[in-house]
Protein backbone atom coordinates (compact mmCIF):
# COMPACT_ATOMS: atom_id res chain seq x y z
CA UNK A 1 0.00 0.00 0.00
CA UNK A 2 1.71 3.67 -0.72
CA UNK A 3 4.75 2.35 -2.48
CA UNK A 4 6.29 3.96 -5.14
CA UNK A 5 8.26 2.03 -6.89
CA UNK A 6 9.02 3.61 -10.04
CA UNK A 7 12.77 4.49 -10.08
CA UNK A 8 12.70 7.35 -12.23
CA UNK A 9 14.00 10.64 -10.87
CA UNK A 10 10.87 12.66 -10.66
CA UNK A 11 12.10 16.18 -9.96
CA UNK A 12 8.73 18.08 -11.01
CA UNK A 13 6.36 16.13 -8.47
CA UNK A 14 8.55 15.93 -5.43
CA UNK A 15 11.73 17.85 -5.33
CA UNK A 16 10.75 21.04 -4.35
CA UNK A 17 7.41 22.20 -2.58
CA UNK A 18 7.59 25.89 -1.38
CA UNK A 19 4.98 26.98 0.60
CA UNK A 20 4.41 31.17 1.86
CA UNK A 21 3.10 29.58 5.05
CA UNK A 22 6.86 28.45 5.82
CA UNK A 23 8.71 32.15 6.38
CA UNK A 24 12.15 32.52 8.23
CA UNK A 25 14.26 34.98 9.06
CA UNK A 26 17.61 35.22 8.87
CA UNK A 27 17.95 38.79 11.03
CA UNK A 28 18.13 40.49 7.65
CA UNK A 29 15.45 39.31 5.25
CA UNK A 30 12.72 37.11 5.00
CA UNK A 31 13.25 33.89 3.53
CA UNK A 32 10.91 31.06 1.49
CA UNK A 33 11.72 27.78 3.43
CA UNK A 34 12.65 24.75 0.88
CA UNK A 35 11.26 21.65 1.75
CA UNK A 36 12.53 18.57 -0.45
CA UNK A 37 10.09 15.54 -0.01
CA UNK A 38 11.63 12.46 -0.58
CA UNK A 39 11.41 10.10 -3.28
CA UNK A 40 12.04 7.13 -1.56
CA UNK A 41 9.34 4.84 -2.38
CA UNK A 42 6.96 5.76 -0.02
CA UNK A 43 4.17 8.44 -0.94
CA UNK A 44 2.70 11.48 1.01
CA UNK A 45 -0.46 9.33 2.02
CA UNK A 46 1.80 6.78 3.78
CA UNK A 47 4.56 9.25 5.22
CA UNK A 48 2.22 11.77 6.25
CA UNK A 49 0.31 9.08 9.00
CA UNK A 50 3.82 7.32 9.55
CA UNK A 51 4.97 10.65 10.62
CA UNK A 52 2.20 11.25 13.28
CA UNK A 53 3.16 7.58 14.60
CA UNK A 54 6.20 8.68 15.66
CA UNK A 55 5.75 12.44 16.67
CA UNK A 56 3.33 10.87 19.44
CA UNK A 57 6.30 8.32 20.15
CA UNK A 58 8.68 11.20 20.28
CA UNK A 59 6.61 13.31 22.62
CA UNK A 60 6.09 9.77 25.05
CA UNK A 61 9.72 9.96 24.95
CA UNK A 62 10.17 13.33 25.89
CA UNK A 63 7.44 13.21 28.35
CA UNK A 64 8.93 9.84 29.94
CA UNK A 65 12.66 11.56 29.80
CA UNK A 66 11.49 14.50 31.93
CA UNK A 67 10.00 12.03 34.48
CA UNK A 68 12.97 9.88 34.37
CA UNK A 69 15.12 13.00 35.50
CA UNK A 70 12.59 13.93 37.90
CA UNK A 71 13.14 10.67 39.69
CA UNK A 72 17.15 10.72 39.79
CA UNK A 73 16.53 14.88 40.61
CA UNK A 74 14.65 13.30 43.77
CA UNK A 75 16.03 9.75 44.90
CA UNK A 76 16.89 9.74 48.03
CA UNK A 77 16.68 6.15 50.88
CA UNK A 78 18.88 2.95 51.29
CA UNK A 79 18.92 2.95 47.31
CA UNK A 80 20.14 6.41 46.63
CA UNK A 81 23.12 5.67 44.59
CA UNK A 82 22.34 2.38 42.79
CA UNK A 83 18.89 4.59 41.46
CA UNK A 84 20.29 7.21 41.18
CA UNK A 85 22.95 5.84 38.70
CA UNK A 86 19.97 3.96 37.28
CA UNK A 87 17.71 6.82 36.39
CA UNK A 88 20.64 8.74 35.20
CA UNK A 89 21.86 5.88 32.37
CA UNK A 90 18.10 5.70 31.72
CA UNK A 91 17.22 9.42 30.61
CA UNK A 92 21.13 9.30 28.94
CA UNK A 93 19.17 6.27 26.94
CA UNK A 94 15.67 8.21 26.22
CA UNK A 95 17.26 11.14 24.87
CA UNK A 96 19.04 9.09 21.88
CA UNK A 97 15.63 7.16 21.25
CA UNK A 98 14.24 10.90 20.92
CA UNK A 99 17.02 11.76 18.36
CA UNK A 100 16.54 8.45 16.58
CA UNK A 101 12.10 8.94 16.40
CA UNK A 102 13.39 13.01 15.05
CA UNK A 103 15.67 11.97 12.98
CA UNK A 104 13.34 9.37 11.35
CA UNK A 105 10.45 12.06 11.32
CA UNK A 106 12.69 14.22 8.87
CA UNK A 107 13.93 11.60 6.33
CA UNK A 108 10.45 10.83 5.65
CA UNK A 109 9.82 14.72 5.17
CA UNK A 110 8.23 16.08 8.35
CA UNK A 111 8.53 18.63 10.77
CA UNK A 112 9.49 16.92 14.30
CA UNK A 113 7.55 18.51 17.10
CA UNK A 114 9.77 19.96 19.34
CA UNK A 115 7.97 22.50 22.71
CA UNK A 116 6.97 21.10 25.81
CA UNK A 117 3.14 21.96 24.69
CA UNK A 118 3.10 20.04 21.73
CA UNK A 119 4.73 17.06 23.93
CA UNK A 120 1.91 17.01 26.47
CA UNK A 121 -0.83 17.29 23.52
CA UNK A 122 0.92 14.11 21.03
CA UNK A 123 1.82 12.03 24.27
CA UNK A 124 -0.06 8.69 25.16
CA UNK A 125 1.18 8.80 28.75
CA UNK A 126 0.48 10.56 31.65
CA UNK A 127 1.78 13.53 33.21
CA UNK A 128 1.67 14.33 36.57
CA UNK A 129 3.68 17.63 37.33
CA UNK A 130 2.78 17.28 41.52
CA UNK A 131 3.90 13.54 41.64
CA UNK A 132 7.80 12.40 42.19
CA UNK A 133 7.83 9.77 39.59
CA UNK A 134 9.44 6.72 41.08
CA UNK A 135 10.50 3.64 39.77
CA UNK A 136 7.11 1.91 39.80
CA UNK A 137 5.85 4.78 38.28
CA UNK A 138 8.63 5.17 35.70
CA UNK A 139 8.11 1.05 35.03
CA UNK A 140 3.91 1.65 34.44
CA UNK A 141 4.89 4.42 31.50
CA UNK A 142 7.92 2.09 29.82
CA UNK A 143 4.78 -1.04 29.52
CA UNK A 144 1.98 1.36 28.37
CA UNK A 145 4.69 2.85 25.96
CA UNK A 146 5.37 -0.82 24.96
CA UNK A 147 1.85 -1.50 24.03
CA UNK A 148 1.96 1.56 22.01
CA UNK A 149 5.10 0.42 19.93
CA UNK A 150 3.62 -2.82 19.16
CA UNK A 151 0.36 -1.51 18.02
CA UNK A 152 2.31 0.85 16.07
CA UNK A 153 5.05 -1.04 14.33
CA UNK A 154 1.86 -3.48 13.49
CA UNK A 155 0.71 -0.48 11.35
CA UNK A 156 3.60 0.66 9.87
CA UNK A 157 4.30 -3.16 8.60
CA UNK A 158 0.89 -4.03 7.80
CA UNK A 159 -0.96 -0.89 6.07
CA UNK A 160 2.17 1.37 5.58
CA UNK A 161 4.60 -1.04 4.42
CA UNK A 162 7.14 0.95 5.50
CA UNK A 163 10.68 -1.08 6.82
CA UNK A 164 12.78 1.78 7.68
CA UNK A 165 10.21 3.17 10.42
CA UNK A 166 9.35 -0.41 11.65
CA UNK A 167 12.90 -1.62 12.46
CA UNK A 168 13.36 1.90 14.42
CA UNK A 169 10.22 1.20 16.59
CA UNK A 170 11.35 -2.17 16.87
CA UNK A 171 15.17 -1.16 18.44
CA UNK A 172 13.20 1.02 20.42
CA UNK A 173 10.79 -1.27 21.83
CA UNK A 174 13.62 -3.29 22.65
CA UNK A 175 15.17 -0.75 24.63
CA UNK A 176 11.96 0.23 26.69
CA UNK A 177 11.39 -3.53 27.26
CA UNK A 178 15.17 -3.93 29.28
CA UNK A 179 14.74 -0.71 31.07
CA UNK A 180 11.68 -1.86 32.20
CA UNK A 181 12.78 -5.45 33.22
CA UNK A 182 15.40 -3.46 35.30
CA UNK A 183 13.10 -1.15 37.00
CA UNK A 184 10.49 -4.31 37.99
CA UNK A 185 13.65 -6.01 39.54
CA UNK A 186 13.79 -3.23 41.58
CA UNK A 187 10.40 -3.34 42.58
CA UNK A 188 10.33 -6.59 43.16
CA UNK A 189 13.51 -5.84 45.54
CA UNK A 190 11.72 -3.73 47.53
CA UNK A 191 8.76 -6.04 47.76
CA UNK A 192 11.04 -8.63 48.74
CA UNK A 193 12.44 -5.95 51.57
CA UNK A 194 8.79 -4.93 52.96
CA UNK A 195 8.16 -2.34 50.86
CA UNK A 196 5.16 -3.43 49.31
CA UNK A 197 4.15 -1.36 45.96
CA UNK A 198 0.85 -1.01 44.20
CA UNK A 199 1.34 -1.07 40.41
CA UNK A 200 -1.02 0.95 38.67
Not at 34 to 39: A, C, D, H, R, T
Not at 112 to 127: G, L, N, P, W, Y
Amino acid sequence: MGRNRNNVLNTESQAINLTDAEIGNDGLFPQKKLFIQPNIGLEIDVRKPVIEILNASLANEAVLTQKTRGAHWNVSGTSFFELHILFETQYKQLNEISDKIAERVRMLGGITIASFEEFIKHTRISEHCTEIPDNLHLLADHETIIRFLREDIRKCSEEYEDEGTVDLLVGVMSLHEKMAWMLRAYVENESINGKSQKRK
